[in-house]
Nanobody, 121 residues
């Protein structure tokens, strides 16, 4: 089982940028997919972004054009670069890893501890 540790959350003003990191306990090169979910106040957990083992990415509509996802295999780290942040981006952000091909966010996936991102004045 892969363990994930997140960092980089915090407070940012609308229009600003923030970068989240997710460090895995082992090599991420063989992980089928890694990505990010978020849960805003009074909302369920929703998909944000994904990067596959092949390096292809996918984004939820609300963040397309503003967020990018990347990984540094040598550092066992996945990143979420968030630009032009909006108030509605405020949420707890969770990184996730699919180690067995069952799908990101599946019952067998691993979750980070969560990081609060607050976008406000």
């Amino acid at each position: 089982q892969v363990q994930l540790v997140e960092s980089g959350g915090g407070l940012v003003q609308p229009g600003g940028s923030l970068s989240l990191s997710c460090v895995a306990s082992r090599s991420i090169s063989s992980i089928y997919a890694m990505g990010w979910y978020r849960q805003g106040p009074g909302k369920g957990r929703e998909f944000v972004a994904l990067i596959s083992k092949a390096g292809t990415s996918n984004f939820a509509d609300p963040v397309k054009g503003r967020f990018t996802i990347s990984r540094d295999i040598a550092k066992n780290t996945m990143y979420l670069q968030m630009n032009n942040l909006k108030i509605e981006d405020t949420a707890v952000y969770y990184c996730n890893a699919d180690p067995d091909g069952c799908g990101l966010g599946s019952a067998t996936s691993s979750w980070g501890q969560g990081n609060q991102v607050t976008v406000s004045w």
